[in-house]
């Protein structure tokens, strides 16, 4: 089986940053496109960025400029930097991976990690 394990969520003043990890593990192939979703209270999940096997990124409008994603493919990981955090970025943060494992070819999410920004 494949488990992805997100990190780096925490409470933060509006205009700090964090930076969120998302690392994968198991019987893994190769990556497809991997991403980073969010929740916030009472709404529907949205995606907030992703980015391909070949390094293209797509950005929500709003988070562009100030988010940046990033991947490791060697550690199986994706990252997501977020600077200039504003109260509306509040949410449950969820890490995606559609990937090729030995069971053939899935999308997974992780557990989640809470962002709260304060005001």
């Known amino acids: 089986q494949v488990q992805l394990v997100e990190s780096g969520g925490g409470l933060v003043q509006a205009g700090g940053s964090l930076r969120l990890s998302c690392a994968a593990s198991?019987?893994?192939?190769?990556?497809?496109?991997m991403g980073w979703y969010r929740q916030a209270p009472g709404k529907q999940r949205e995606l907030v960025t992703t980015?391909?096997?070949?390094?293209?990124?797509n950005y929500a409008d709003s988070v562009k400029g100030r988010f940046t994603i990033s991947r490791d493919n060697a550690k199986n990981a994706v990252y997501l930097q977020m600077n200039s955090l504003k109260p509306l970025d509040t949410a449950v943060y969820y890490c995606?991976?559609?990937?090729?494992?030995?069971?053939?070819?899935?999308?997974?999410w992780g557990q989640g990690t809470q962002v709260t920004v304060s005001s």
């Open positions: 980015i391909t096997s070949g390094g293209s990124t």
């Open positions: 995606n991976a559609d990937l090729y494992w030995s069971g053939g070819r899935r999308v997974y």
């Open positions: 198991g019987s893994i192939y190769s990556f497809n496109v």
